[in-house]
């Protein structure tokens, strides 16, 4: 049966540094939406248009954009054996699309991994990412903006999922390779679960 795994935390809590490597380990993709709109901002596209100015303020792409995208993502071949979402869902009504989203292909979520980091070291990376990336959104203003944002409008999704049974928290404020570790273990189990 498909996997379907979610990545979940603060902005800079690790989410794609650990989805990237698992989905290395496993062949099963990484659909980072934050990555997807990325692409659409470059290349000049209608959505990256809108996303453009939005993502710059640090604020949420509108639920119902985001979630076409990723229901177009999710029906290309290599999703066919599940997918690790990395910064989608960030808001209930995108949880509640995804769980429709993945009903319609007889799947759910088999694992929500909450990648928990305190904000003084999210600061810290994030600034650091600037000067190597250069990433428009990742100025101090923008990324008080986007914690803000995360737990005003993202944070609450972890009682959704713990009810569920699905929530595992991981120490995300240690080395990328012990918290790799924890995700590895947590993927594994996620995959025994579904078989
Ligand atoms: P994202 O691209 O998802 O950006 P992010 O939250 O910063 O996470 P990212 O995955 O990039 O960072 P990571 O933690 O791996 O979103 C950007 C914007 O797109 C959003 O603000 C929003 O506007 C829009 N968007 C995206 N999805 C959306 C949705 N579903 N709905 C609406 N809008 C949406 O890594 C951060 C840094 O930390 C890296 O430099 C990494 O090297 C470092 N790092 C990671 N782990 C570390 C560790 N253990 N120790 C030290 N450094 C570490």
Redesign the pocket.
């Known amino acids: 049966m498909a996997v379907y795994i979610i990545?979940f935390?603060?902005?800079?809590?690790?989410?794609?540094?650990?989805?990237?490597r698992v989905a290395a380990d496993l062949a099963i993709p990484q659909i980072?939406?934050?990555?997807?709109?990325?692409s659409h901002v470059s290349q000049g596209t209608a959505l990256g248009k809108v996303?453009k100015p939005?993502?710059e303020?640090?604020?949420?792409?509108?639920?119902d954009l985001?979630t076409a995208m990723?229901r177009e993502r999710l029906a290309q071949k290599d999703a066919s054996g599940g997918a690790l979402f990395?910064?989608?869902?960030?808001?209930v009504p995108?949880a509640a699309a995804l769980d429709g989203i993945l009903a319609e292909r007889g799947g759910k979520v088999g694992a929500v991994l909450f990648?928990d980091?305190p904000d003084a070291?999210?600061v810290d990376?994030?600034v650091?990412?600037a000067a190597?990336?250069g990433?428009a959104?990742?100025t101090p203003e923008?990324i008080r903006e986007?914690l803000r944002?995360?737990r005003e409008k993202t944070a609450p999704l972890a009682d959704r999922y713990q009810a569920a049974g699905v929530l595992r928290t991981i120490d995300?404020?240690?080395?990328?390779d012990?918290?790799a570790a924890d995700v590895r273990a947590a993927v594994e189990a996620a995959r025994k679960g579904a078989r």
């Open positions: 990545f935390g603060p902005p800079g809590s690790g989410k794609g540094t650990q989805a990237s980072s939406t934050g990555d997807l709109l990325r996303a939005i993502m303020s640090g604020a949420l792409v509108p639920d985001v990723l990395d910064g989608y869902p960030r808001t995108q990648i980091v070291p999210i990376r994030l650091k990412r190597l990336e990433r959104d990742d923008t986007r944002v995360y995300g404020f240690r080395s990328i012990a918290v």
